[in-house]
Antibody
């Protein structure tokens, strides 16, 4: 059974960088697929942030591209998100998910709430 | 960017009744359309992919149809556990992958 678990600070100050990691178990990232980040502001809908292929190729939402970096560490079987220059508008539950070409987001982490506040 | 529009925003249905949710794409996404169910405090759960293929473990009362720009999710007989928010998402032309704004299915 594929499982994903997000981790990282729950509180980030404005203008700083949000950093999250997603640990994957039950599947080796190096075996294939994309691995993605999606966020959901409180009470609102879902927004795709970006995805990384197992080889390291990245694809970002153009609306966030200038501030986003997604990386993968196959040795630790995890991938990470960095979002720079955060504001209150970046307050959201952040999810990581397996992202397949034909099935899209089939396995999700439980999500982690990140609040941007001083 | 492909814009996904869901209707209605809220659907009030009695248990045992049929629910029909709509999703429209601003341009063709072929059959590369997924539906998700999200309950409060939980991550979204994949229900349907490829517009009409049920994901593993999804009950047969959930069915998807459509192609191109018009899609439908039908829940044939609503159970208590089906009251939730439902999202459609296209993965045909990306980046970006885009979601609809969601349809809340509530108890009538």
């Amino acid at each position: 059974q594929v499982q994903l678990q997000e981790s990282g600070p729950g509180l980030v100050k404005p203008s700083e960088t949000l950093s999250l990691t997603c640990a994957v178990s039950g599947y080796s990232i190096s075996s294939g697929y994309y691995w993605g980040w999606i966020r959901q502001p409180p009470g609102k809908g879902l927004e795709w942030i970006g995805s990384i292929y197992h080889s390291g190729s990245t694809y970002y939402n153009p609306s966030l591209k200038s501030r986003v970096t997604i990386s993968v560490d196959t040795s630790k079987n995890q991938f990470s998100l960095k979002l720079s220059s955060v504001t209150a508008a970046d307050t959201a539950v952040y999810y990581c998910a397996r992202d397949t070409a034909m099935v899209t987001f089939d396995y999700w982490g439980q999500g982690t709430l990140v609040t941007v506040s001083s | 960017e492909i814009v996904m529009t869901q209707s209605p925003a809220t659907l009030s249905v009695s248990p045992g009744e049929r629910a029909t949710l709509s999703c429209r794409a601003s341009q063709s996404v072929s059959s590369n359309l997924a539906w998700y169910q999200q309950k409060p405090g939980q991550a979204p759960r994949l229900l349907i992919y490829g517009a009409s293929t049920r994901a593993t473990g999804i009950p047969a009362r959930f069915s998807g149809s459509g192609s191109g720009t018009e899609f439908t999710l039908t829940i044939s007989s609503l159970q208590s556990e089906d009251f939730a928010v439902y999202y459609c998402q296209q993965y045909n032309n990306w980046p970006p992958r885009t979601f609809g704004q969601g349809t809340k299915v509530e108890i009538k």
